[in-house]
C-alpha cells in the first residue's frame, strides 16, 4: 500500500457541468414539448368530437322533418339556432338546396364553425332528403 498518493480526479470539471446540464435541459424540453403536443391533440380531438355530434343533431332534425318544411336557403348558409349548452363557442349554420324539386329531393348541408387558437375551423356534413 503507497502511503500520500493522491487520486489524480478530485471532482467533475466545469466542462463536464456544463455538458451534465445541457443534457438534462435537452430531456426536460423534450417532455415539455411531448406534454404540449398532448394537450393541443386533446384539444383537437374534443373540438372535432363536440362538431360531430352537433352536426349529427342538426342532421336528426332534419331527417325528422318532411321535406316540404324545408325552405331552400338560396344556396346560402343561414345561421341555425336552438338551446344547446353544448353549442357554446360553436357557430351552427344550415343550407337546404333543392335538387330535383318535382321529386321532392333536396340536399342539406351542416356546417359547424368555431374558433381554435386564433384560427377559424370548420366541419361539414351533407345528406339527402326525400319524402316517401
Do not use: H
Request: hydrophobic content about 45%; charged content about 20%; proline content about 2%.
Amino acid at each position: 500500500m503507497v502511503k500520500g498518493c493522491l487520486s489524480s480526479q478530485q471532482g467533475m470539471s466545469l466542462v463536464e457541468m456544463l455538458i451534465a446540464l445541457l443534457i438534462l435541459v435537452v430531456g426536460f424540453l423534450s417532455v415539455i414539448m411531448v406534454l404540449w403536443m398532448s394537450i393541443n391533440s386533446g384539444r383537437f380531438t374534443r373540438d372535432m368530437t363536440v362538431a360531430a355530434s352537433l352536426g349529427q343533431d342538426m342532421l336528426e332534425r332534419f331527417t325528422a322533418r318532411d321535406s316540404s318544411s324545408l325552405p331552400a336557403t338560396g344556396g346560402a348558409f343561414k345561421p341555425y339556432t336552438s338551446a344547446n349548452a353544448a353549442a357554446a363557442g360553436y357557430v351552427r349554420e344550415v343550407k337546404v338546396e333543392d335538387n330535383v324539386p318535382e321529386a321532392g329531393i333536396k340536399t342539406v348541408t351542416v356546417r359547424i364553425r368555431w374558433n381554435s387558437s386564433g384560427r377559424e375551423k370548420s366541419r361539414t356534413f351533407t345528406m339527402l332528403k326525400r319524402d316517401y
